[in-house]
């Protein structure tokens, strides 16, 4: 190592107290494993640009509420950046960070053009109305024309955020633009220029990078288990997915709990419960189980898709599971990764597993920006195409670094990224 070699700081991120924080602790690892330079070390680890604004509202009531909204920029080296928008009370500057920069890894893993950006509003949208949210959207929006564009930067739905919602960021910036602009952002619904396929997106690639796995293990799909912590979009069509290849399914949750089976939930079966009672709740899907049980029962798969810090220090060592495959962004701790990595157990991470939904957002776009739509089997086959790559790409690296395939996730994304700037060079 020289001089000039990014060197592990004293220990200041201590555990996961935020994700900023998380997300360091696995960058700074593969920036000491793939000898970064210390000054590209310092330009990728903070943002290029963090947006923080003011957004009146005038509530139904009569009366003017005021929320903050966040734009982060983590680069925009490999193309104009591309990252969600979310909706919730404890949405803060850190937190954006860390997943803009995620969004840089995972679009540099998945090979498409794009740089990584985050944006949020800090609101409870369960006691906003329907009028109250198009009205913080649209504000949010217009205070970051200058941000936003299909050329710069392009935001896409996360949590509480969903197609209307980019429908109306659709239509105000193309109220400014003097003309529509669809490829602004992406998530849309299908009838103004969103993808087919996209909906599903998440959980086929999380499907995709589980199958890619078990080959890799010599495992047939048709002998294992699987348990999915998390009901919603990721978590409910990962497991539709994952059982029509064979897999049986024997726990799922949401936040209401969870149900084991050790024959096998019918899932399609729990898809059309979630649809008519709104949760599993009072489901006789299995007998009941909490969320904390499912990360510990005994399957060979373990697929969280809910929220993030879900497997830590605490309970990792009861973790049965051989393959964890991570569909919700930053599940596990950063201080659990030691604890999996001895107990010998896979890890995909998020940053490759649930790349699926960028991905297809990529297609979206390109879709808009041509004019021209493609049908759905012609999605998925290049969703299947890039994941594959995705995941090839990341086992080789791991396999090259000896360790394990976050920290050769980290490493094959920093690597490019920074290759690709050291060759646009810096400007000034
Ligand atoms: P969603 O809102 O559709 O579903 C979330 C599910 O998690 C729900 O079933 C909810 O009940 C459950 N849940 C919430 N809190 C829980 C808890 N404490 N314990 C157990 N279950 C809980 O959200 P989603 O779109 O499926 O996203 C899930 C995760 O995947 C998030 O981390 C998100 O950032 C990530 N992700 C989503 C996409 C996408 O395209 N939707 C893409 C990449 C990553």
């Given at each position: 190592m020289t001089?000039d070699t990014y ?24 920036a000491e494993l793939c000898k970064l330079e ?377 690597d ?13």
């Amino acid at each position: 190592m020289t001089e000039d070699t990014y060197k592990e700081p004293a220990p200041y991120w201590k555990g996961n107290a935020n994700p900023f924080e998380s997300m360091m602790l696995r960058f700074d690892k593969a920036a000491e494993l793939c000898k970064l330079e210390q000054g590209l070390y310092n330009y990728l680890k903070q943002p290029v640009k963090q947006v923080i604004i003011s957004i009146p509202v005038l509530m139904d009531n009569g009366k003017l509420e005021v929320f903050e909204g966040y734009r982060v920029i983590h680069d925009n080296i490999l193309g104009p950046s591309k990252g969600g928008i979310r909706y919730a009370p404890d949405v803060d500057l850190d937190e954006m960070k860390a997943l803009a920069s995620w969004m840089s890894w995972k679009c540099a893993i998945a090979n498409i053009p794009f740089g990584g950006a985050k944006g949020g509003v800090k609101c409870d949208p369960s006691k906003l109305s329907q009028s109250e949210l198009e009205k913080i959207t649209r504000r949010y929006t217009s205070a970051l024309l200058e941000i936003f564009g299909p050329d710069t930067d392009i935001p896409a739905p996360d949590m509480n955020t969903n197609e209307q919602m980019m429908a109306w960021i659709m239509d105000t910036y193309s109220m400014h633009s003097r003309k529509t602009v669809t490829g602004v952002v992406t998530g849309k619904p299908l009838i103004i220029g969103g993808s087919k396929g996209r909906p599903e997106a998440t959980g086929r690639g999380v499907m995709i990078a589980t199958m890619c796995a078990l080959e890799k293990k010599g495992v047939d799909p048709r002998d294992i288990t699987c348990a999915v912590q998390g009901f919603g979009n990721v978590g409910s069509v990962s497991a539709k997915l994952l059982s029509e290849k064979g897999i049986k399914i024997v726990a799922i949750s949401d936040v209401t709990g969870g149900y084991y089976n050790k024959d096998g939930i019918d899932i399609p079966k729990a898809i059309e419960y979630v649809k008519k009672n709104g949760s599993l709740k009072d489901s006789k899907f299995g007998s009941k189980i909490t969320n904390e049980e499912l990360l510990e029962c005994d399957a060979y798969i373990l697929v969280p898709a809910a929220k993030e810090d879900q497997i830590t220090e605490k309970n990792a060592n009861n973790i049965k599971a051989r393959l964890i495959v991570e569909g919700a962004n930053g599940p596990t701790a950063a201080n659990a990764d030691s604890i999996i990595e001895r107990k010998g157990i896979m890890v995909i991470p998020d940053i490759l597993a649930n790349s699926g939904g960028v991905i297809v957002s990529y297609f979206e776009w390109v879709q808009d920006r041509l004019g021209y739509f493609w049908d759905e089997d012609d999605v998925n086959n290049r969703l299947n195409r890039m994941m594959r790559e995705a995941f090839e790409t990341v086992y080789k690296t791991a396999m090259n670094y000896n360790t394990t395939m976050r920290l050769g996730a980290y490493i094959y994304a920093i690597d490019k990224v920074s290759k690709v700037l050291k060759l646009r060079g810096i400007y000034g």
